[in-house]
RNA sequence: GCCAGGGUAGCUCAAUGGUGGAGCACAGCAUUCAUAGCGCUGCGGUUGUGGGUUCGAUCCCCACCCCUGGUACCA
């Protein structure tokens, strides 16, 4: 058993979370407590990207100082992730001097493998997304489809640019080889596809004006910021000692460097599976081994967006329903590989279906036919980590990302005790004094602690008051863990 | 436009060249330890449309329609 570094994406924290962010969050720490219980030391970062325009410009539009604003927001993910039990060893934020000085670092490595050269570039420029595009890529009236009736602006500056195209055949070599693996497999196919049509360096600075004096100074050139892509990725590194001289993050980097894994959603692909890595490879930095790419959530159906007015807020789902809940919903319930849709009618759907009437009721039934029998367990030690061995199929969806198939093997076990209960009837026993009552009983209680333990990687809350209600000799019911709604 | 994937029961998704499966929802039966619950049974589909190959296609081929993603700096 190794260490195991994972990383979820840096979010723009121009405005708060929403329900995407936790199903993110979730994946990520339902990995984290895998790992943690099959014996890996694990390391998991997250952080702020808060060095983009869009931030800029949002704290202007509230009439803030950007580092407050950013701040403010930024505590908002944080906050999320503790109400969601995800727990985070590292929140790196990119204002921090400390990734400052760190991209500065990481960018002169690349310079001086000579991967970065000064260029003239014209172009047309949306604010809104930060973004130079080109006619094709614009409506009809010449603006673009993220920020119709904003007008785009004809820029020319002279930038830094990033010699990807060197890079072109080691990156397809790399992901090719699975050195670098990209899961699922239609995304690692679209990537390579992607590479092969050929790659255009792209620019990696801003001119001080433009970035409005926000953002990490390039080295050398008080006249220029890095473009946010490039140091936004090095908070992957920054947050574990990278480019720092102290002793502590030397040692942390050499530790937990390079990344296991990167979990992130298919908007961020490109930079995740091709400019990062290109990116070490001219630093002449050790590469991240997977990267897991899941997709979005639909409302009824439908694109989440402000327009619409659709947007889910997460810390009300929680509020109303409980944490596991939501983890259950975001990783029972849906597809790791295609959008899921959420309505608050399938969350409860789900809730009453799977967790009230399912786990819910069972531990109930379990409990009270337990304390009605006066029934003693035997106490014996380290029971919990031999379950996961047995649970082939279970680890092997978790390893593929299946997380909804590793709950089903949960779940299946759930109704098989069910099945088991009703077939022996203890409760008829309860009253015969039928010597057979014991073992059955032990059985039952040896089920829900197999079933706790399974849990813990999605339920974490649940999983341990399960836990704690048959953990003694004597078991006594308690409340539900899920009312009916 | 081009590339990739998909369109199967009300919903979410399996499956196979040979009389279409599961879970949820819904209904009935049985039961009472449990959160009106668990269990059992049932309801439910000319497998996107039109052709073709075949003794036989949902699965193979062709055309078309629809959806999703990608097509350079965008969660």
């Known amino acids: 058993m190794g260490k195991f570094y994972l990383t979820s994406a840096i979010p723009y924290v121009n405005a708060k979370p929403h329900i995407g962010h936790a199903l993110e969050f979730i994946q990520a720490d339902t990995i984290v407590r895998f790992r943690k ?43 999320l992730a503790k109400k969601l039990n995800v727990e985070f060893d590292v929140f790196q934020k990119g204002s921090d001097p400390k990734h400052h000085a760190s991209s500065q670092k990481l960018w002169q490595l690349c310079e001086k493998t000579g991967d970065i050269y000064k260029k003239t570039y014209k172009g047309l420029y949306c604010v809104g997304c930060e973004a130079f595009y080109t006619k094709s890529e614009l409506n009809e009236n010449g603006e673009c489809f993220e920020h119709p ?30 050195e670098y693996e990209i899961v699922p497999e239609f995304r690692k196919n679209e990537i390579l596809s992607f590479i092969k049509s050929g790659l255009q360096d792209f620019s990696i600075s801003r001119s001080n004006t433009r970035a409005k004096n926000w953002g990490v100074p390039v080295p050398n050139d008080p006249t220029q910021r890095i473009y946010v892509w490039f140091d936004a990725l090095n908070i992957y590194q920054s947050g574990i000692g990278f480019g720092s001289a102290e002793q502590n993050d030397i040692e942390s980097y050499k530790k937990w460097w390079p990344a296991d894994l990167h979990v992130i959603g298919k908007g961020i692909i490109r930079f995740h599976a091709i400019y990062w890595p290109a990116i070490l490879l001219s ?16 409302v009824n159906g439908q694109k989440m967006s402000k327009t619409l007015g659709n947007v889910i807020d997460p810390i009300e789902i929680v ?6 809940a939501l983890r259950y919903y975001c990783l029972a319930k849906i597809s790791p590989f295609a959008d899921g849709d959420f309505s608050e009618e399938k969350l409860k759907e789900a809730y009453n279906a799977d967790l009230a009437n399912g786990l819910g009721n069972l531990v109930s039934r379990v409990a009270k036919l337990c304390e009605t ?28 990302f299946r997380f909804n198939d590793a709950t089903s093997v949960v779940w299946k076990k759930i109704a098989l005790l069910d099945k088991f209960i009703n077939d022996e009837k203890p409760w008829v026993l309860l009253k015969t004094n039928d010597q057979r009552l014991k073992s059955i009983l032990a059985h039952c209680v040896d089920q829900i602690q197999e079933i706790a333990a399974l849990l813990e990687p999605f339920l974490p809350e649940t999983a341990k008051k399960i836990e704690e209600q048959f953990r003694g000799a004597k078991i006594v019911s308690q409340k539900p863990l899920f009312p009916r709604i």
Do not use: R, W
């Not at 029998?373 to 978790?398: G, R």
């Open 319 to 324: 509020n109303k329903y409980g944490a596991d």
């Open 373 to 400: 029998a006066k029934f003693e367990q035997m106490i014996s030690a380290s029971k919990e980590s031999v379950h996961l061995i047995h649970a082939e199929e279970y680890s092997q969806a978790f390893s593929e």
């Open 37 to 79: 219980i099959t014996g890996d030391n694990v390391f998991y970062l997250c952080g702020s990207d808060e060095n983009a325009l869009k931030n800029v410009q949002a704290a202007e539009q509230e009439g803030k100082p950007v580092q407050a604003f950013v701040d403010e927001n930024a505590k908002l993910f944080e906050a």
């Open 283 to 298: 630093a002449g930095l050790a590469l991240p081994k997977k990267l897991f790419v899941h997709e979005y959530f639909t």
């Open 149 to 178: 009736g904003k007008k785009l602006e004809e820029v020319e500056e002279e930038n830094y640019f990033f010699k990807l195209s060197k890079y072109q055949n080691d990156l397809i070599k790399i992901i090719e080889s699975n």
